[in-house]
């Protein structure tokens, strides 16, 4: 099967807000054999949605559209559909009486003329019943397409994928199985790791797809395989990333999506009863938001300094005004200063410290923009390292934080060996 991801919406082409929607939908489909043909967003006028829909006839199984579901008049989906379909909105009368359960039972208001239009329906379509809001989603075929249209609101169009659309996809169809792999590396770019796995890329089977998903400091491959024996393609990746492993496993830390190198060092400091602190300049705070963004991060991560100013370091942090007289707020020694501080202040095994020029201009420091000092301070010892990063601000700032984590982690394995 194939499907076309239509997003509708003004909002969405003048940038004003951020298209979260057809990620979701393309991964929910994704994990059940639906392969993507393309993802298009258009804007809220009749005409382009009717081209669209037209355009899109029989050339995919599914199209799935999200927004212009609710009940003010720039909301014209439904009235859309009807005009495709050669159809009448009627009132859907179990829709009608959630609508009014929800508004009055759970809103405490009076229901409203524009929330009972809410349950206003094609005839001839298929309710995908929405428990959580008001905005029912509409399944529709014609000829060798389904239309499937499903509300903007995020919350609203995730519980109708999960609940409505993934479950009538899986009984009604047959489908081949989409099996990924991501193998997640850090410390080398794309260009260096494609000459290392070269001849092993050359010997991939045909069936199996590899993907290179560069970001900054890290580098995501992505083996991908469709078919109809589902233990077979499973196996075969996993042989091939055995494969891999031997040829670059010193710069994989983690498998799969999730397994992100922050959910890899709070599995190793959580495993060997280790904490963590961090003292920040640079990185504004960026390393704990991180780190704090894996459950369970309070079980190793003390807390963080944010020593953004450079009396900030000297308060809190108890680093020597001499030190940063003579050797600059950006330096090998300062960040040296600012780890072994806020590894005492906050009484973990390991600290992190960052302290750099993150652009655009160079504020207290003399060393060129783009230059970061990152320190580790251990149970046993402080180590410190230099990098140029360039620009912009934003690229210096991420590019920090995975390479502090990356230090980190090579730390922890070195102990374990």
Not at 25 to 31: N, R, T
Not at 242 to 262: A, N, P, Q, R, Y
Not at 309 to 322: H, R, W
Not at 403 to 410: D, G, N, R, S, T
Request: aromatic residues 6%; contains cysteine; hydrophobic residues 40%.
């Amino acid at each position: 099967m194939n499907a076309t991801i239509v997003t509708i919406g003004d909002e969405i082409l003048i940038g004003q807000i951020v298209d979260t929607n057809s990620g979701f939908i393309a991964k929910s489909l994704d994990k059940i054999g639906v392969e993507i043909h393309e993802i298009l967003s258009i804007s809220d006028n009749k005409k382009h949605i009717l081209d669209t829909f037209s355009k899109l006839q029989n050339t995919v199984d599914l199209v799935i559209i999200t927004g212009g579901l609710g009940p003010t008049k720039d909301d014209i989906t439904k009235h859309t559909f009807c005009e495709y379909f050669e159809d009448e909105l009627v009132v859907n009368e179990k829709v009608l009486a959630h609508v009014k359960e929800l508004i009055e039972g759970f809103y405490k208001r009076p229901i409203s003329q524009l929330n009972k239009d809410q349950a206003l329906v094609p005839s001839k379509c298929e309710i995908l019943f929405n428990k959580i809001g008001t905005a029912s989603g509409m399944w529709m075929k014609k000829e060798n397409t389904v239309f499937i249209s499903l509300p903007g609101v995020p919350a609203e169009m995730k519980y109708l994928v999960e609940n409505e659309v993934v479950p009538k996809v899986v009984r009604e169809y047959k489908r081949p199985y989409i099996i990924h792999k991501t193998i997640l590396t850090y410390g080398q770019g794309e260009s260096l790791v494609a000459e290392r796995i070269e001849n092993w890329e050359n010997n991939l089977p045909e069936y199996i797809k590899l993907a290179y998903l560069p970001s900054f400091g890290k580098l995501r491959l992505r083996l991908s395989a469709k078919g109809t024996n589902k233990e077979f393609l499973e196996d075969s990746i996993e042989k091939n990333v055995v494969s891999l492993t031997k040829i670059i496993g010193d710069i994989i830390v983690g498998f799969d999506e999730g397994e992100t190198i922050e959910v890899v060092l709070g599995r190793l400091l959580t495993q060997q009863g280790k904490t963590i602190s961090a003292a920040e300049s640079c990185t504004g705070g960026k390393i704990a938001e991180v780190i704090t963004s894996v459950a369970g991060a309070s079980n190793y991560f003390r807390g963080s300094v944010v020593s953004y100013a450079t009396d900030a370091k000297v308060s809190i942090l108890g680093v020597s005004q001499n030190t940063i007289n003579k050797h600059s707020v950006v330096s090998a020694e300062v960040v040296k200063e600012m780890a072994l501080g806020v590894q005492k202040l906050m009484k973990t095994d390991y600290a992190i410290a960052t302290t750099g020029n993150a652009g655009p201009s160079k504020g207290d420091a003399i060393a060129k923009v783009g230059t970061v000092f990152i320190a580790l301070a251990t149970p046993n010892e402080v180590i410190v390292e230099e990098f140029n990063f360039g620009q912009p601000r934003e690229k210096v700032i991420d590019r920090t934080v995975v390479k502090a984590f990356e230090i980190l982690q090579k730390e922890i394995l070195k102990n374990l060996q």
